[in-house]
């Protein structure tokens, strides 16, 4: 996590901070909570720590920036893998979660060649905890998890957000059917993966890319469900998978 990534659809990865608290079933399996309980316990739970970060840290966007604006390429920064960017507490950790969003808005002012991918499921919070500013950058990218058809809540609170950079969903963990919703610019898809997984239809995906032709939107693929998911049978023949434009 941080300059090299595994995620296929994005360059780097970025953590305020480690630590959530689950807020739907998209939680249930979640790969971040299950490797932050083997690295560094205690920091799930709605009155567990949080893990913060020191100056090298934040210095490393700044560092991918540069190099980013030396080569005349953008880079995508997803934000956050280990933790959700609009989590909020009403405690002293919650102080802290305040106080180091502050200094992600700053990093994000600062990184003009990098494009923030921000993901919640929390979106809900955009506009009471994300700057009018911050949102009017192009290099801002609003995101939320929608697992199936009955969090699709979750992508009006994007539409109802005024913001400059395209919106998106993460369709991850693939739960039940969902169809395309307008305004939403970029589709990510993947599959649950590991031994008790909850499997996809590929039919789900095949609707949603009727709905993403019809509405102009990008769908990109990461993978099927399956203890080990790749990109196999029906995922691979009859999907398009569109790699969204850099800006």
């Given at each position: 996590?941080?300059?090299?990534?595994?995620?296929?659809?994005?360059?780097?990865?970025?953590?305020?901070?480690?630590?959530c608290?689950?807020?739907?079933?998209?939680?249930?399996?979640?790969?971040?909570?299950?490797?932050?309980?083997?690295?560094?316990?205690?920091?799930?739970?709605?009155?567990?720590s949080?893990?913060?970060f020191?100056?090298?840290?934040?210095?490393?966007?700044?560092?991918w920036?540069?190099?980013?604006?030396?080569?005349?390429?953008?880079?995508?920064v997803?934000?956050?893998?280990?933790?959700?960017?609009?989590?909020?507490?009403?405690?002293?950790?919650?102080?802290?979660?305040?106080?180091?969003?502050?200094?992600?808005?700053?990093?994000?002012?600062g990184?003009?060649?990098?494009?923030?991918?921000?993901?919640?499921?929390?979106?809900?919070?955009?506009?009471?905890?994300?700057?009018a500013?911050?949102?009017?950058?192009?290099?801002?990218?609003?995101?939320?998890?929608?697992?199936?058809?009955?969090?699709?809540?979750?992508?009006?609170?994007?539409?109802?957000?005024?913001?400059?950079g395209?919106?998106?969903?993460?369709?991850?963990p693939?739960?039940?059917?969902?169809?395309?919703?307008?305004?939403?610019?970029?589709?990510?898809?993947?599959?649950?993966?590991?031994?008790?997984?909850?499997?996809?239809d590929?039919?789900?995906?095949?609707?949603?890319?009727?709905?993403?032709?019809?509405?102009?939107?990008?769908?990109?693929?990461?993978?099927?469900?399956?203890?080990?998911?790749?990109?196999?049978?029906?995922?691979?023949?009859?999907?398009?998978?569109?790699?969204?434009?850099?800006?």
């Open positions: 996590m941080g300059e090299r990534t595994t995620i296929s659809w994005c360059d780097h990865t970025f953590n305020p901070w480690w630590g608290v689950e807020v739907s079933p998209a939680c249930d399996h979640c790969y971040a909570r299950d490797f932050a309980h083997r690295t560094s316990p205690g920091l799930w739970g709605h009155e567990a949080r893990r913060f020191g100056d090298r840290h934040w210095t490393e966007p700044l560092r920036s540069r190099r980013a604006e030396a080569a005349g390429q953008r880079r995508r997803f934000c956050a893998s280990m933790a959700d960017v609009l989590e909020e507490r009403d405690d002293v950790v919650g102080r802290e979660l305040d106080q180091t969003r502050q200094r992600l808005w700053s990093t994000i002012a990184t003009p060649a990098l494009d923030w991918l921000l993901l919640t499921k929390r979106p809900q919070n955009y506009r009471r905890l994300v700057p500013e911050i949102l009017a950058r192009p290099n801002v990218w609003p995101g939320t998890t929608v697992e199936s058809a009955d969090y699709t809540w979750r992508a009006d609170a994007l539409l109802n957000l005024d913001c400059a395209p919106r998106w969903v993460s369709y991850e693939t739960l039940g059917p969902l169809s395309a919703i307008p305004g939403i610019a970029w589709y990510i898809v993947g599959g649950e993966s590991g031994p008790i997984h909850r499997p996809m590929p039919a789900w995906i095949e609707g949603l890319l009727e709905g993403c032709r019809r509405y102009g939107a990008a769908l990109f693929v990461k993978q099927d469900s399956g203890r080990w998911p790749g990109k196999q049978g029906r995922i691979a023949d009859a999907l398009w998978v569109q790699e969204f434009p850099r800006q």
